[in-house]
Antibody, heavy 121, light 111 residues
Framework: EVQLVESGGGLVQPGGSLRLSCAASGFTFSSYEMNWVRQAPGKGLEWVSY????????YYADSVKGRFTISRDNAKNSLYLQMNSLRAEDTAVYYC??????????????WGQGTLVTVSS | NFMLTQPHSVSESPGKTVTISCTGSSGSIASNYVQWYQQRPGSAPTTVIYEDNQRPSGVPDRFSGSIDSSSNSASLTISGLKTEDEADYYCQSYDSSNKAVFGGGTQLTVL
């Protein structure tokens, strides 16, 4: 069974840092591109970051560029998101998601259950 | 910046058919494929449509997707509505930089 388990969320003060982890199992993690997607309380989904299967290609949303760093360890079947200079508007549930390569496009599936990050003083 | 706009909410009765729209802000929505995700309260999203109109295995054929180039929009249609279909639905595509973009989400109420 494919499983993604996020961890590392919690309460942090504005300006602080947090590192999220996503442990993958049930599939060949090293073969798949991965993403972080977040959802602020009561709001919609917002794509945050993408990393290729090898880690050589990385993209960020403009809202987090320069503050967040995505990485992966294929030997440990794990995805990470280092979040620095956190702001109140970064408060959200953070999901990791596999990017499924289909014939003509890519889609997110499955998603983890998410980890809540709260930025507040 | 490329944006996808969805109605905030829709409602319909059990057994009926409902359509949720997703309109692209610029360019042609047909130039990048559209996915649709269902999110029930307290749960992670799951895919109901990918590549405009393809259903993942396990998704019932009551769910269908389409593209209307004339209105630059994608649509998710759910027929034979069931109470279990009550959820938030998000469209998703890609911008010109190949970055994922989500619509604002539509809350479906089945009453």
């Amino acid at each position: 069974e494919v499983q993604l388990v996020e961890s590392g969320g919690g309460l942090v003060q504005p300006g602080g840092s947090l590192r999220l982890s996503c442990a993958a199992s049930g599939f060949t993690f090293s073969s798949y591109e991965m993403n972080w997607v977040r959802q602020a309380p009561g709001k919609g989904l917002e794509w945050v970051s993408y990393i290729s299967s090898s880690g050589s290609t990385i993209y960020y949303a403009d809202s987090v560029k320069g503050r967040f760093t995505i990485s992966r360890d294929n030997a440990k079947n794990s995805l990470y998101l280092q979040m620095n200079s956190l702001r109140a508007e970064d408060t959200a549930v953070y999901y990791c998601a596999v990017l499924v390569p289909a014939a003509r496009s890519n889609w997110f599936d499955p998603w983890g259950q998410g980890t809540l990050v709260t930025v507040s003083s | 910046n490329f944006m996808l706009t969805q109605p905030h909410s829709v409602s319909e009765s059990p057994g009926k058919t409902v359509t949720i729209s997703c309109t692209g802000s610029s360019g042609s929505i047909a130039s990048n494929y559209v996915q649709w995700y269902q999110q029930r309260p307290g749960s992670a999203p799951t895919t109901v449509i990918y590549e405009d109109n393809q259903r993942p295995s396990g998704v019932p054929d009551r769910f269908s997707g389409s593209i209307d180039s004339s209105s630059n929009s994608a649509s998710l249609t759910i027929s034979g509505l069931k109470t279990e279909d009550e959820a938030d639905y998000y469209c998703q595509s890609y911008d010109s930089s190949n970055k994922a973009v989500f619509g604002g989400g539509t809350q479906l109420t089945v009453l």
